[in-house]
């Protein structure tokens, strides 16, 4: 089965540590994406990626960053992790086109404490 | 700016009972628009999706969904709704990014809630 994987489901991380949250696809798909899901909000986009090394900011990228090496990896990095960053973290990746649907990982839930 | 309103942040249906979830978008070219749906503990799994022509369009799981331009609406269908149909569902529009990317903004959800 093609897949989106999070290496972590559930992650506890103390107020400014750097923390790493690390997502693969199988799909040799263009672009990812990494969304935070809370309750009441929605799902709301924090960064993606249409190529390799390249980037570009979502609706809420303040206190993340992201690193795309490999065309299967896509890393959202906290720099300093702070308690408002306590939330459910979505990966997804899709082909190029506006058409095509995002496959979904099954989530990283991260506290902040 | 583009945006996602689902006016309804819970629903509770009786299993048999007939289902409708609605969405409502703001977007300033012809939307694409999606529906997915999330089950405790796991990610989202695509129900639908629109993009052009017949504005019903057939999804998995006996879903459907009616596109009204008129109304700025994609709302989700079901006739009979079954137990395994609790979830949270979310409606979500493709913004685009240069024409190549399709990043989707999403509405706050649904959490629908199905009775024995």
């Known amino acids: 089965d093609v897949k989106v994987t999070q290496s972590s489901r559930y992650l506890v991380k103390r107020t400014g540590e750097k923390v790493f949250l690390e997502c693969v696809q199988d799909?040799?798909?263009?672009?990812m994406f990494w969304y935070r899901q809370d309750p009441g909000l929605g799902l709301r986009l924090i960064y993606f990626?249409?190529?390799?090394?390249?980037?570009e900011k979502g609706d809420i990228p303040e206190g993340y960053s992201v690193s795309r090496e490999k065309k299967e990896r896509f890393s959202l990095i906290l720099e300093s992790a702070s308690t408002n960053q306590t939330s459910m973290y979505l990966c997804?990746?899709?082909?190029?086109?506006?058409?095509?649907?995002?496959?979904f990982g099954s989530g990283t839930q991260l506290s902040v404490l | 700016a583009q945006s996602v309103t689902q006016p309804d942040i819970h629903i509770t249906v009786s299993e048999g009972a007939s289902l409708e979830l609605r969405c409502n978008y703001s977007?300033?070219?012809?939307?694409?628009l999606f529906w997915y749906v999330q089950s405790p503990g796991q990610g989202l799994q695509l129900l639908l999706k629109?993009?052009?022509?017949?504005?019903l369009v057939q999804g998995i799981k006996g879903f459907e969904a009616e596109f009204k331009r008129s109304q700025s609406s994609f709302n989700l269908r079901k006739p009979s709704v079954h137990w395994s149909d609790a979830a949270e569902y979310f409606c979500?529009?493709?913004?685009?990014?240069?024409?190549?990317?399709?990043?989707?903004?999403f509405g706050t959800g649904t959490l629908l809630a199905v009775q024995p």
């Open positions: 629109y993009f052009s022509g017949d504005t």
């Open positions: 979500a529009v493709g913004a685009g990014y240069g024409g190549a990317t399709n990043k989707l903004i």
């Open positions: 997804a990746s899709s082909l190029g086109g506006r058409e095509e649907k995002l496959l």
């Open positions: 799909m040799d798909h263009e672009n």
């Open positions: 977007y300033g070219a012809t939307p694409y």
């Open positions: 990626s249409y190529d390799v090394k390249m980037k």
